[in-house]
């Protein structure tokens, strides 16, 4: 959750992400009247609507990335949303609790799922609702291929974990009316777009740090090695209650 992210860059592009997320949050069931924190807002496409649905309540839109929250600031300002910089790995500044936690495209960016889990439990009053959707179990295998191939496979910064073993973290770190599944989303990518998309998105962790030259060598080179601009990514959908009080 430490790398920063180009905002600006992530926001412009034809991402599957928003549309997603508006499925996940579908399956939120809000009266108007709660406190939502949005674990992972991004630049606040998903946020936004949140607080649509939200007329009488509050959003904490929390993220890693200083310019993440930055462009969500811009887009939503201040009216009923809290911003939070923080890290999903470490216990959560989030005071009052809320009534329930939404995120999208963000828990396989955290490592430890155990945590991830038992800090967002702590954040949530006894029977709030968890809904969540991020990368899971064979999650852009042709591009980890393709990465593989070039003897640069993936540094270890995400972790794409499957449904049994999310169930079971769940379960220890005090949720119930626990589901966890996997589906399939490939992707197809404008082939004009295909190398700024992976730059900004795919890719953002293996190309931090070079210059602009060594960037374009190293994310072409992974392009044209793709057998075609799609994206196939697999989704981790998760929906779990935070035990009531007093229950075992």
């Not at 959560?92 to 439990?121: C, G, I, K, M, Y």
């Not at 210059?211 to 060598?217: H, L, N």
């Not at 992974?222 to 075992?248: F, N």
């Amino acid at each position: 959750m430490s790398r920063d992210w180009d905002a600006a860059a992530y926001d412009r592009l034809p991402i599957p992400m928003t549309r997603w997320g508006e499925a996940v949050l579908a399956s939120l069931d809000l009266r108007g009247d709660e406190r939502v924190l949005d674990a992972g807002c991004g630049t606040g496409r998903i946020t936004e609507r949140l607080r649509e649905r939200l007329p009488r309540g509050e959003v904490v839109a929390l993220d890693g990335s200083v310019s993440m929250i930055a462009l969500a600031r811009e887009r939503l300002g201040d009216d009923r949303v809290t911003y939070v910089l923080a890290d999903l790995q470490a216990p959560l500044p989030v005071d009052p609790p809320v009534d329930a936690v939404l995120s999208t495209a963000t828990f396989h960016w955290v490592l430890d799922h155990e945590a991830l889990f038992r800090h967002l439990a702590a954040v949530m009053r006894p029977g709030s609702q968890l809904a969540a959707q991020c990368g899971g179990r064979g999650n852009i295998a042709s591009l980890e291929a393709a990465l593989g191939a070039m003897g640069a496979g993936f540094t270890g910064r995400k972790h794409y974990a499957g449904p049994e073993e999310t169930r079971a973290r769940l379960d220890a770190a005090g949720f119930t009316d626990i589901h966890a599944w996997l589906h399939e989303e490939p992707t197809p990518v404008p082939a004009e777009e295909v190398e700024d998309y992976l730059a900004a998105i795919c890719l953002g962790d293996h190309v931090e740090g070079m210059g602009d030259e060594e960037r374009e060598r190293f994310v072409h080179e992974v392009a044209t090695r793709l057998p075609e601009p799609v994206i196939d990514y697999v989704r981790l959908d998760i929906r779990a209650r935070r035990a009531p009080a007093g229950s075992a």
